[in-house]
Every structure is written in C-alpha cells, then in structure tokens.
C-alpha cells in the first residue's frame, strides 16, 4: 500500500463541502491528512490526478475512512465517498448554496452529513427538498430563491457536460483521423536505411503542396513532390512515387510536420520522410 501527504485547504471547497457533508468534519485552519491507497493513481486533467479508494483518518471522530480524491499539486481539490455521478452534481449545488448563503458549514455537518450517511440524499433533488423543509420558517421569496438557484445550477451543470461530451467525441474522431493519416504516411515513408546518418528537420507548417518537374542524377526529368511551410521555406524529393506521395502528404496542410534526410543530403533542401506531429 502507498502514501501520500495532502494538504487541505481551510477556504478550500473540500473543506467547506466535501469533507463537512461527507465526513462530518471540517478544519478552522490549514491541514494535512495521510491518504493510503493501492489503486494506480490517475490523470484527472488540467494537472489534477484522482486517487481512489484512498483510506485516511476523520480526524473528528478518529475512524478510518474510505473517498475518492481529486488532487492539483498535493491539495485536496474534492473528495467523495461513492464513485457515482450523482456525486459530482451534488458536490456542485452544495457549493453554490454555500456561497450563495442559504447553508453554512455546520448545517452540512450537523444536518445534512446525518441524513447522507443514513442515505437519504441520493440526488440533488433530495438535497433540494431537505433543505427545503430546513428553510421552512423563512419567507416564502427567500426558499422560492433557494430552489432556483438549484435549477440554475444543475442547468448548467447539464449544459457542461453536453459540452464536454461534444468535446471528448471530436478529440476521439479528431485521434482517428491522426491515425489513419499517420498509416498512411507509414506506407509511403521508408526507413530501410539505418546505418544512414538521419538529419531530422523541427516542426513546421504545411500550407502546400506540389509536383515541379525535376532532374534526377540516376533518372534524368522526373516528377518531384515540394513542401512548403509557413515560415516561406520548401524541401524537395525525387524519389519514385511523387504522384502517391502528394497525395498522401497533402492531407496534412495546414498541419505541423516534421521531415526527415538521410546521409549527405541537406535537411533544409531535401526530404525524405514525413511525420504527423
């Protein structure tokens, strides 16, 4: 089993969320918490990592405890005992309720973590009607705010995750296309020489490319295949299959690519290879 020291962030919304609602504590100051784990660590994105099923102890009530980390640079970002979707909606309108000063921090504790722990919260709307009846002495405007609040919330709530699942299906088509490009390139590109000395050329854009005709040394007039780059350069080649080779190459404009040159020939005249960066 590994280890990892966390900090948690008294103004943090773990603090003044996760952990009250969740686990019934929160600190009036900066602290660290032990998180114990055997599942491999993660990416979460935007440089945070998830560390599952992490044991660590409620410094309240000194009983071992079991959540789900969300970490950015070793500070507790969010914690959340079940691994659910729920979860995330719920941690998302007990903050905005919190800054919006219909709850504080000790009616997630005394309150609301009671009725989470006995599973009576499962979903925002449960959470919604509870504080609901918590609310019910004050004035009818104030309880009709509350709940648009949570309207709005959980609306845009719905409307980031339409997004980002718009997002992640264009990356995913966005990656198989890359990949059917770069088989491509791999049909026409040739690495049967390695005992050559290979000149690599950096990453540029694509914005054309032709056919010239060219002299070949061996061959005499032939068909040659010219890149050219944004930064107004071009590299040549003469090799047999110009009329393939533009025609893979030329999906690739307005892309940055890397080339290639073996042996004597100059990397800023010639190229051999091309890659996808």
């Known amino acids: 089993m590994s280890e990892i020291t966390v900090k948690v962030e008294k103004d943090g919304h773990a603090n003044l969320d996760s952990f009250p609602y969740r686990y019934g ?7 660290n918490l032990k998180l114990n784990y055997e599942l491999k660590i993660t990416q979460a994105g935007k440089g ?17 405890e079991i959540g789900n980390f969300v970490l950015e640079r070793n500070i507790v970002v969010t914690v959340i005992r079940h691994d659910i979707k729920t979860e995330s909606t719920i941690s998302k309108v007990i ?3 919190r800054e919006h000063k ?4 000790d009616d997630l504790i005394n309150y609301f973590h009671p009725l989470y722990l006995n599973g009576e919260i499962e979903t925002h709307e449960d959470l919604r009607q509870y504080l609901k009846d918590y609310m019910s002495s004050d004035v009818p405007e104030r309880i009709s705010e509350m709940e648009s609040t949570i309207a709005q919330t959980v609306k845009e709530l719905e409307e980031e995750k339409v997004a980002h699942d718009e997002t992640k299906k264009e990356l995913q088509e966005k990656e198989e296309e890359n990949q059917k490009l770069r088989i491509q390139l791999d049909s026409i590109n040739d690495s049967s020489f390695p005992t050559r000395p290979v000149t690599k050329r950096p990453a540029r854009v694509l914005i054309d490319v032709t056919l010239e005709d060219m002299i ?3 061959r005499g007039p032939v068909k040659g295949v010219v890149l050219h780059f944004d930064d107004g350069s071009t590299l040549k080649n003469n090799w047999d299959g110009a009329e393939t080779r533009k025609q893979v190459v030329s999906q690739l404009i307005g892309r940055e690519v890397v080339t290639d040159v073996w042996g004597t020939y100059s990397a800023s005249e010639w190229f051999r290879n091309v890659y996808l960066v």
């Open 102 to 105: 219909y709850i504080i921090v």
């Open 216 to 218: 070949s040394r061996n």
């Open 95 to 97: 903050r905005v309720l």
């Open 25 to 31: 504590f929160s600190g009036s100051k900066d602290f």
């Open 48 to 64: 945070r990592i998830n560390v599952k099923k992490a044991k660590f102890k409620n410094p309240e009530t000194g009983n071992i």
